[in-house]
């Protein structure tokens, strides 16, 4: 029979050697191969919608009548959940490149590159700050400073948060630091178990399950609680350390709903050279009746940072007072303004220092009675609250 020369499929042949790749780069491959994954997904649109229901508990049986009332005692929801993620990357590639380099900048190559330093580092970042999100808008969050000494009372207090919202233990999975790490197998009340009677005279200190939940040493740079991913991945302006992060798989949904690469052969419009493009669609979901499946250990937060400004106002003694930020202005908080010889010192999450005269502020106001040369402290604070969310300063400048 002869030959007949077919397309080559490049995109299922790729995807056979990413089967292969992806689970040993990801750390939160239990997250994305989680058991919610293939349950919802978007049926149609960007939007995956997540059903729940409650009933109503049993009563006691009247044994002597039927009142032939009956009534519907459960309720449905629907949570919406709107994918973010929609990433792409591509590359060209000159056939002499191939050549002069001995094979090595071949596609293969270039993606496994990709794969390794990029994209799955990129969906792992992504999963972390989402997940410690979820813990934060929870309350499942902790400041504690851990040591060698108070770990495993803390990791007590974390378990019996979640047991006393019917959380599993078995299914948890602890993703620390390799400093947090480090000290959970210095913590004196950590029992071993060593089988001496195999002869052979390694020592293992893993730590690879604590009282049924699994530990993962994850590197810090990939426990991060926000990044940019502007191009490619980084550590956002502002990022807390995720030292510790337990988190119930099953109370996650990471759909990953589109994930597609495609190489061109060399081509006249691409002047020779071969062009290659990937496309992956993805996001991590929270359920909102299971949220305290997540909590979190964060380095205690910095102050966030306003830029305050002062130029002089309209008529004679007014200032224009500006204050600007990613924050400012956002839902649920207000900026408030004091004066005085000196800035007033401003703490995160504590509230504004009595001390001073606060008032509050537009983004940009023109103010009066304040004197020039003394410098505004601005704050951003929580408007239910009153804690104090960034802070800025700037000297008073007025009209004359």
Same mark, same amino acid.
């Given at each position: ?43 149609? /649109?960007? +939007? ?5 229901? !409650? ?6 049986? &009247?044994?002597? %009548?039927? @009142? *032939? ?119 004196? /009340?950590? +029992? ?5 009677? !195999? ?6 200190? &893993?730590?690879? %399950?604590? @009282? *049924? ?188």
């Amino acid at each position: 029979m002869p030959f007949t020369m077919q397309n080559i499929n490049y995109a299922t042949d790729y995807a056979k050697a990413l089967a292969n790749i992806y689970p040993y780069l990801s750390y939160f491959s239990e997250i994305w191969a989680g058991p919610n994954t293939g349950m919802y997904r978007p049926m149609g /649109g960007k +939007t995956v919608m997540v059903p729940s229901m !409650t009933v109503s508990g049993a009563r006691a049986v &009247n044994r002597d %009548r039927i @009142d *032939g009332v009956f009534t519907r005692n459960f309720n449905n929801e629907w949570q919406p959940l709107t994918m973010a993620m929609d990433r792409e990357w591509d590359t060209l590639v000159d056939p002499m490149d191939i050549q002069e380099t001995n094979g090595v900048t071949t596609i293969a190559n270039i993606t496994k590159t990709f794969n390794e330093q990029q994209k799955v580092p990129e969906m792992d970042a992504y999963a972390a700050s989402t997940l410690a999100g979820f813990a934060s808008s929870y309350g499942g969050v902790d400041a504690t400073t851990l040591t060698a000494q108070n770990i495993l009372a803390q990791w007590d207090a974390y378990l019996a948060y979640m047991t006393e919202h019917r959380v599993n233990r078995d299914r948890v999975i602890a993703y620390m630091t390799p400093d947090c790490y480090k000290l959970l197998k210095e913590a004196a /009340g950590i +029992t071993r178990f060593i089988d001496a009677g !195999t002869g052979v005279r390694g020592i293992d200190r &893993n730590v690879g %399950r604590l @009282d *049924g939940v699994n530990i993962r040493e994850t590197p810090s740079d990939m426990l991060r609680s926000q990044y940019d991913f502007t191009e490619g991945w980084a550590a956002g302006s502002g990022a807390k350390q995720v030292n510790m992060l337990l988190v119930d798989p099953l109370a996650v949904v990471a759909p990953v709903v589109y994930d597609v690469s495609m190489v061109s052969a060399p081509t006249a419009q691409s002047k020779g050279k071969y062009l290659y493009y990937e496309r992956y669609y993805y996001d991590v979901f929270g359920l909102n009746n299971r949220l305290a499946g997540f909590f979190a250990n964060m380095s205690a937060p910095e102050l966030g940072k306003l830029t305050v400004t002062s130029a002089a106002g309209p008529n004679a003694g007014e200032t224009i007072l500006t204050a600007s930020s990613g924050k400012a202005g956002a839902y649920g908080t207000k900026l408030m303004y004091a004066s005085g010889a000196s800035a007033v010192t401003l703490t995160y999450g504590s509230e504004l220092p009595s001390g001073s005269t606060w008032t509050e502020m537009d983004k940009e106001q023109v103010v009066s009675g304040l004197t020039a040369g003394q410098i505004a402290t601005v704050a951003l604070v929580n408007a239910y609250n009153g804690h104090v969310v960034a802070g800025g300063t700037a000297t008073i400048v007025t009209k004359t």
